[in-house]
C-alpha cells in the first residue's frame, strides 16, 4: 500500500493530503498527541532563545534540566544522565559505558547476552544485537553475542509458567562461555518489533540476581516503553530492581523532537570520572542534547507530571485491553495482550494480520504491525472517546478481513 502523506495533526488524530482524517495508534513516541500548545509555544519559544548549542564545546541550561528531570524519576543510583538524538545511539552509547566501565575496572569483557527477538536499532552494531531475520546485515558481528531464545510461544511468555524456563535460558547464556564471561545483559522489559512479548512477573528481579552472580551489568532498554507507555513511568517498575543502565527515547519529547537519555548508576560512572582520557562520560554527536529537543522533553515531562499521564494510562490500558480481548477468537486473533497503553492482537495467519491493519486504515485508523502482531499505541492523552472510536473502527476492519 502506497505511504499515507500526512500533514496536520491535533490531538490523537492525523490528517493526510486530501484531508482525510486517522485516529493514530500506531506512534509510539506520541505520548501527549498532535499539535499540543505547551509544547510547540517552549519548542518554539527556544528557538527564538538559544536554539542549541554543541555539548562537546559547551553546555547549555536546558541539557542539564532534562539531564536531572530524567535521573529525578529513575532509582536513586542512576544518578548520570547522557543525552543522544535517538534510541539506537542510545544502546551503542550504554554498550560503549558497560565495555568501557569493565576495561576500567581492569576486567576486559565483551559478551553481551540478548533476546533472539528483541530489537535494539538500526546501526550495523545494533542490528548484531538482535536475531529478527529482517535485520541481518553484510558484515560480521562488531562484538560477541549469545542469543537467547523465547522458550515459549509469545502468547504464553508472561504466565507464570514461563518465569522459570525463561530463566534457565538466561543462566544457560551467562554460563555459556567461562573464557568469555558475560559484559552485560540487555532486554526491552516488552519486547517491541519482537511481536509485543510481555514478559512473566518477577523476571527482571530474577534477572537482575543472575546479572549479579555473574558480575555482568544489566542493561534495560526503554526506548519504546520509558514515559508512562505502559502505566509505570518506565516498564521495569513493573518488577522489583534497580538495573545499572537504562536507555530510554521515544516518548520523552512527545515526538516533537529526537532524543535519548542513557541514565546511568553512580557507581559505574565513578569509574569513568578519575579516568584521565575519558575524565566522565564522553560520547556525542553534534547535535546531542539540542536544546529544540529538550525544550520538547521538558515539556512533555511537565504534562506527564500535570496531567498525572502514567496513572491515567494504567486505568485506560486495561480498558483497552479489555475491550479488545472481547475480539479473541474471531477473525483469527488468537491472543491479545499489552501493559498500559502498548496493547497486541496476535493473530494466527500474518496476511489476516496485514489485511486488519490495511483495512483500519480504510476506516480511519493507523496501527501497527510487526508480522503476525498488531498493536495499539495511541497517545497517552487519549480519553475514553478515542478509545470507543479505536475499538470501533478496529470492529470495522475486522468484520472486512472475515467476510
Ligand atoms: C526497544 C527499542 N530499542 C531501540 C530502538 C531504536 O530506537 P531509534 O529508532 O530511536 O533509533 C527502538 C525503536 O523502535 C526500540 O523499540
Known sequence: MARNMLVKGSGAYVKDIDGREYLDASSLNLTCGYAVPEIAHAVGEQASRLHGYDLSVATHDLAGAVAHRVAALMPPQLSRTLLTNSGTEGVEAALLIAGMYAQLRGEPRTRVVTLDCGYHGST??????????????????????TPVSLPLPAREMRRPEALEPMLDAVRRALAEDPEQPPLAVLIEPLLNV????????????????????????????EVSTGFGRTGRMFAFEHDQLVPDIVV????LASGYAPIAAVSVKESVYDAFADDEYMGGLRFGQTSSGHALSCAAAIATLDLIERDDLVRRTERLGRTLLGELEAFLGTGGIADVRGLGLFVSVEFTE????????????????LLRRQGRVVMAVPPLTSDESVLNALVERFADALEKTTR
Open 194 to 221: 519482537g511481536g509485543g512479548v510481555v514478559l512473566p512477573e518477577r523476571f527482571l528481579t530474577s534477572l537482575r540476581r543472575e546479572c549479579d552472580a555473574h558480575g555482568a551489568l544489566l542493561i534495560i532498554d
Open 124 to 145: 550495523v552494531l545494533t542490528r548484531s544485537l538482535s536475531g529478527l531475520p529482517h535485520l541481518a546485515h553484510p558484515f560480521r558481528r562488531p562484538l560477541p553475542v
Open 350 to 365: 500474518e496476511e489476516a494480520a496485514a489485511t486488519t491493519v490495511a483495512a483500519a486504515e480504510h476506516h480511519g485508523l
Open 248 to 251: 530510554s527515547s521515544k516518548g
